[in-house]
């Protein structure tokens, strides 16, 4: 069974930083590319950027370039998303997925709510 | 490649509708598009891939099509349940970048 298990809640003030985690289980690691997703309460799905974790090779969205960097362990299966230079728009639940096929996102992990407030 | 999805759709129970997702700044035929359900406090799930395929476990009640005419994709649920009432997103690709569109929530009158 294909899993991916994200960190938990995180508050954070602004200027910070926020790094989270996504633990797969259940396939090939490095098969699969793993996207980041984010959602603003009450807004729609904003993609942040994608790592093949075969090669550690990395791609993100224009408005998180320069704040954002995505990483992996090989080891333990897990990707990794940091987000720095917080500000309050920000806040919202953050999401890992597996690009099952090009540009098919399943299954999703549960996600990880991410506050950031002064 | 921008998507663009109605705000909203309501419907009554037992009836058909169609959640359309129009390409603009791209071509939407050339990378398949995937439709998603999201239930309130819930992570996204899959109803269609590649244009036109169902996951295992999604009722054929659930369907997709492509129309290149009018560059976009649609999502056509029949035989409407209060359990089909939640937001839908299409979503693709441009090069190497993965784009949503904006959501559409479904009403089951």
């Known amino acids: 069974q294909v899993r991916l298990v994200q960190s938990g809640a995180e508050v954070k003030k602004p200027g910070a930083s926020v790094r989270v985690s996504c633990r797969t289980s259940g396939y090939t690691f490095t098969g699969y590319h793993v996207h980041w997703v984010r959602q603003a309460p009450g807004q729609g799905l904003e993609w942040v950027g994608w790592?093949?974790?075969?090669?550690?090779?990395?791609m993100y969205a224009q408005k998180f370039q320069g704040r954002v960097t995505v990483t992996r362990d090989t080891a333990t299966r897990t990707a990794y998303m940091e987000l720095r230079r917080l500000a309050s728009d920000d806040t919202a639940v953050y999401y890992c997925t597996r690009d099952r096929t090009p540009g098919w996102f399943d299954p999703w992990g549960q996600g990880t709510l991410v506050i950031v407030s002064s | 490649l921008m998507l663009t999805q109605p705000h909203s759709v309501s419907e009554s129970q037992g009836k058909t509708v169609t959640i359309s997702c129009t390409g603009s700044?791209?071509?939407?035929?050339?990378?398949?598009v995937q439709w998603y359900q999201q239930r309130p406090g819930s992570a996204p799930t899959t109803v269609i891939h590649e244009d036109i395929k169902r996951p295992s476990g999604v009722p054929d009640r659930f369907s997709g099509s492509i129309d290149s005419s009018s560059n976009s994709a649609s999502l056509t649920i029949s035989g409407l349940t209060t359990e089909d009432e939640a937001d839908y997103y299409c979503?693709?690709?441009?090069?190497?970048?993965?784009?949503f569109g904006g959501g559409t929530k479904l009403t089951v009158l």
């Open positions: 790592i093949n974790p075969n090669s550690g090779a990395t």
């Open positions: 979503q693709s690709s441009d090069d190497n970048y993965q784009v």
């Open positions: 700044g791209g071509n939407i035929v050339s990378n398949f």
